[in-house]
């Protein structure tokens, strides 16, 4: 398996620091082409602007929420295929189940160390 | 009240029973009316100091309430304590992001250092170090500042407890306003629950597995 690290990855979080550690974290792996997002909307005209090869969402934002992003990226033909990883703190069975359903690829649960991210990426990669 | 009212209706009946007989004269009409006069003046002496009594139950309980309603300090509450619990959680956030800020810069210079030149690597890393150490003293403060709002919770909360005691009052549903409604059904459409305790959420080898269909696999975490 071969994973494109010149992919252009899209960061989504409300909050600079988590975009930060992540981004740090990608740029350990070897991803360099990295852009943020401070929620849904704002990450959803980014997609529109530019082709990602992953996105990677926290789900509890304002006004929209990764949750609502996701939906909305699964029901663009241009968008639906983008791969798509939640990391978020929300842990309960139902938001997995809801997540599964409406289309992610896999799911992070904070906290989270670098290992799980590269593992998740990975195998997002491997599908 | 109950007994005096009998008696005086004993009375007429037993008037109007005598003289069920006889012809009725102006003056047993009269003698009716005075007698019927009579317990209608008792009956209503004695309803007026049944109201009297009643209204002032009503009275002293009110006086009741004022006295918890002033217990509660709704004022200092709403004016001075909230507003210092929120600048103290406010303080709390702007010194962790300060503190996340100041160790990742330190982190993000270890690891762009060139570490071809030993000593110099060594001397940045010792003194980025030292940084992190410094940076780490906001948990202090932090832990400081959380008692101050647990406390305020704490006073709330006593305040409340007596006050519901009090009343002797039972919860009842719906919002307190608009926007709190729309919250909770933002929050119920989304799915937002936050962060969980220790417990409470799955952990991620539980989340792997509801991803791949496996839901019966137990989670790891502790509590």
């Known amino acids: 398996?071969?994973?494109?690290?010149?992919?252009?990855?899209?960061?989504?979080?409300?909050?600079?620091?988590?975009?930060?550690?992540?981004?740090?974290?990608?740029?350990?792996?070897?991803?360099?082409?990295?852009?943020?997002?401070?929620?849904?909307?704002?990450?959803?005209?980014?997609?529109?602007?530019?082709?990602?090869?992953?996105?990677?969402?926290?789900?509890?934002?304002?006004?929209?929420?990764?949750?609502?992003?996701?939906?909305?990226?699964?029901?663009?033909?241009?968008?639906a295929k983008t791969p798509f990883i939640m990391v978020t703190a929300e842990s309960k069975t139902e938001n997995v189940i809801a997540a599964k359903k409406a289309g992610v690829n896999n799911y992070i649960v904070k906290p989270f160390n670098a290992q799980t991210l590269k593992t998740k990426i990975e195998a997002v990669f491997a599908e | 009240m109950t007994v005096a009212n009998t008696q005086h209706f004993d009375r007429i009946a037993e008037y109007l029973r005598l003289k069920r007989q006889d012809d009725v004269s102006l003056a047993d009409v009269v003698a009716l009316a005075e007698i019927t006069a009579e317990s209608l003046q008792t009956f209503f002496e004695t309803m007026d100091a049944a109201?009297?009594?009643?209204?002032?139950?009503?009275?002293?309980?009110?006086?009741?309430?004022?006295?918890?309603?002033?217990?509660?300090?709704?004022?200092?509450?709403?004016?001075?304590?909230?507003?210092?619990?929120?600048?103290?959680?406010?303080?709390?956030?702007?010194?962790?992001?300060?503190?996340?800020?100041?160790?990742?810069?330190?982190?993000?210079?270890?690891?762009?250092?060139?570490?071809?030149?030993a000593d110099a690597f060594k001397a940045l890393v010792d003194e980025k170090m030292m940084i992190v150490f410094e940076a780490c003293s906001f948990q202090d403060l932090t832990g400081q500042r959380i008692a101050k709002v647990v406390e305020t919770l704490q006073h709330i909360e006593g305040r409340v407890s007596r006050f519901a005691a009090a009343v002797n009052t039972k919860d009842i549903g719906g919002f307190v306003d608009e926007q709190e409604k729309r919250r909770a059904e933002r929050k119920a459409k989304l799915i937002l629950h936050g962060p969980q305790l220790d417990g409470e959420g799955i952990a991620q080898d539980e989340v792997d597995s509801l991803l791949k269909g496996d839901a019966t696999k137990k989670s790891s975490r502790k509590t």
């Open chain 2, 51 to 117: 109201i009297y009594r009643e209204l002032r139950e009503i009275s002293d309980y009110i006086n009741a309430m004022k006295a918890e309603i002033a217990a509660l300090g709704v004022h200092e509450i709403r004016e001075t304590r909230i507003p210092a619990a929120g600048q103290e959680l406010d303080a709390i956030v702007k010194s962790t992001e300060a503190a996340t800020n100041t160790i990742m810069e330190c982190a993000e210079a270890v690891m762009a250092a060139d570490s071809k030149d």
């Open chain 1, 1 to 79: 398996m071969t994973i494109d690290l010149t992919m252009p990855i899209l960061v989504v979080d409300d909050y600079n620091t988590m975009i930060r550690i992540i981004r740090n974290l990608l740029k350990q792996l070897g991803f360099e082409d990295v852009d943020d997002a401070s929620d849904g909307s704002a990450a959803l005209a980014k997609m529109r602007e530019k082709k990602y090869g992953l996105v990677i969402s926290d789900w509890n934002m304002e006004p929209m929420t990764g949750y609502e992003l996701l939906k909305e990226v699964r029901q663009d033909p241009g968008l």
